[in-house]
């Protein structure tokens, strides 16, 4: 068994590895080899299933059990980003145009940790915690390909956690409720008829008409979703025309969906379509939209974020409140009735990595110290599901 000073030693070596060797989704060879590697040679079950990439592994207790075995999941996601990184750390990628932008080697790094610290306390508890170390949630759907593997089917809930640069280390946010949005997408395509741009009236302009439909989209949000419901609409691309002379034929427009709302996500989908394709109509031209959805919101089980709190209060670390926020990770497939048939209820943890630049920038660290805290923290977590 490694001392406190052996184990941060050790968590700090692995999450300089990951932080330097970024891979992106689905591309994650190098890292599931690592992964596997490191916990087999602690004595670790690693799960058989078809999985290109990315892992399963298994924690068992070997204490008697007083009734029937308990079993809990922890998922950490780890895909790097598209990113050239600028953060000043003796450490940095040394894939150029990838990093770890978003914090999945802290993830990766105190998963491991977590199933460490947790293997050699194997003796004081009974049941299993499944890890899993899942590829792709930058793509918002390698979830989904982690639940294809059946591993989830006996697990009655699940935690989630990630990065969080808006807060110190050593502060943990959450709270019940949702904390993350739906993640949709659209494509409109605008045929009109392309013409000279000194005869516009000879066709139809598709540039005037996506610029309507921009405009008219944003009604949606304003006039038919209830006030107190965080919703929003972007329109994040629009394309047409090669050059300056000539009205083209076609344009595209592309954007995102926001809602934490069952019902608005679904009027999302209906009105987008239903507006594109009339104001397309009002000027001639036709309009085709193509709706992607992503991952639904999460809602955090109020009973596990109780237990996110006090295991926190047994450590000596902060909880402030977990803020809503629209964006989403695809850690809501876990916990989605239509996706899981069930209900299986989760808890998505907000660890406070150190104020600094956002996720996603290409500046983002994580400091060194809060990766051997997380894995203490999440290896109490998981091991007061498993005897509450």
Known sequence: ???????????????????????????????????????????????????????????????????????????????????????????????????????????ITAGIGAAILLHEKRESFSGCVKFLFQPAEEESHGALKMLETGMMQDVPHIWGFHSDPTNETDTIGIREGYVAAAVDRFVVKVTGVGCHGAHPDDGIDPILTASAIVQGLQSIVSRNVNSFHPALLSVTRIEAGNTWNVIPAEAYLEGTVRTMDHADRILFE???????????????????????????????????????????????????????????????????????????????????????????????????????????????????????
């Open 1 to 107: 068994m490694r001392t406190r000073q052996e184990l941060e030693e050790y968590l700090t070596e692995q999450f300089q590895w990951f932080h330097r060797h970024p891979e992106l989704a689905y591309e994650e060879y190098q890292t599931t080899a690592r992964i596997r590697e490191l916990l087999e040679k602690e004595g670790i079950e690693i799960c058989k299933s078809s999985l290109q990439t990315g892992l399963i592994a298994i924690v068992k207790g070997t204490a008697p059990a007083a009734g029937q075995e308990r079993i809990t999941a922890l998922r950490c996601d780890i895909d790097a980003l598209p990113i050239e990184e600028q953060a000043e750390v003796s450490y940095r990628s040394e894939h150029p145009g990838k990093m770890h932008a978003c914090g999945h080697d802290l993830h």
């Open 270 to 388: 209906t009105k987008v379509a239903q507006i594109a394709e009339r104001i397309a109509a009002a000027y001639g031209a036709k309009a085709e939209t193509e709706w992607i959805a992503g991952p639904p919101a999460i809602c955090n089980d109020a009973a596990m974020a109780k237990l996110c709190e006090e295991t926190a209060a047994k450590l000596g670390m902060k909880t402030v409140p977990e803020e809503s926020s629209m964006g989403g990770d695809d850690f809501a497939f876990y916990i989605d009735r239509d996706t899981m048939d069930r209900e299986v209820p989760g808890c998505y943890v907000k660890i406070g990595t150190g104020v600094g630049h956002p996720i996603h920038h290409p500046a983002f660290r994580v400091e060194i110290p809060v990766v051997c805290r997380t894995a203490e923290y999440l290896s109490e977590l998981l091991l007061a599901d498993l005897n509450r």
